[in-house]
T-cell receptor, first 113, second 113 residues
């Protein structure tokens, strides 16, 4: 079955540091890939997505590139801010739009001033 | 409404009691999803409604769990004879046709004592 594996957390960084959060997946066919973010006390929000190989999703300074050859969708940001402190979830959908998502376990990011 | 609304936001119940959790999706969204978020377990898919099609119930963990969606809008997730392992945050999400991203509600935190 489908699965998503995220790197173990938590991650603590200083402000303006470079961020990489690893995500790899297992799926049949050609899944769509997503990063969701959950800020403290808030619901899950879609951060970015990529629906086919080599697509790059980007939002709020975050980027992730859909790499079919390595089955990965790593999240990166060049300079994190304290306001980026949140839980980040990688997810996939294997049947296109309006289909159920398979999530990774999430990773907590804390950014120190 | 402007977002996905869930009620109650918190529910404490005694083991063995039945509970009902409500979800009001974004007006016009045809797809509605229920997920469960347990500590250390990530997000677990429960059930998915799409328009008038039969729901995908493949994620329901036992026959104590059921859900319905009335009039293509509001959904109720019912857990009968609650057990302590049912304690979790229950999340509802909705999406419009052809949309790859969900909008999540803030969830219902269920505690079974």
């Amino acid at each position: 079955g489908d699965s998503v594996t995220q790197m173990e957390g938590p991650v603590t960084l200083s402000e303006e540091a470079f961020l990489t959060i690893n995500c790899t997946y297992t799926a049949t066919g050609y899944p769509s890939l997503f990063w969701y973010v959950q800020y403290p006390g808030e619901g899950l929000q879609l951060l970015l997505k990529a629906t086919k190989a080599d697509d790059k999703g980007s939002n709020k300074g975050f980027e992730a590139t859909y790499r079919k050859e390595t089955t990965s969708f790593h999240l990166e940001k060049g300079s994190v801010q304290v306001s980026d402190s949140a839980v980040y979830f990688c997810a996939l959908s294997d049947t296109g739009a309006n289909s159920k998502l398979t999530f990774g376990k999430g990773i907590t990011l804390s950014v120190r001033p | 409404g402007a977002g996905v609304s869930q009620s109650p936001s918190n529910k404490v119940t005694e083991k063995g009691k039945d509970v009902e959790l409500r979800c009001d999706p974004i007006s016009g969204h045809t797809a509605l999803y229920w997920y469960r978020q347990s500590l250390g377990q990530g997000l677990e898919f429960l059930i998915y409604f799409q328009g008038n099609s039969a729901p995908d119930k493949s994620g329901l963990p036992s026959d104590r769990f059921s859900a319905e969606r009335t009039g293509g809008s509001v959904s109720t997730l019912t857990i009968q004879r609650t057990q302590q392992e049912d304690s979790a945050v229950y999340l509802c999400a909705s999406s419009s046709w052809g949309d790859y991203g969900y909008t999540f509600g803030s969830g219902t935190r269920l505690t079974v004592v």
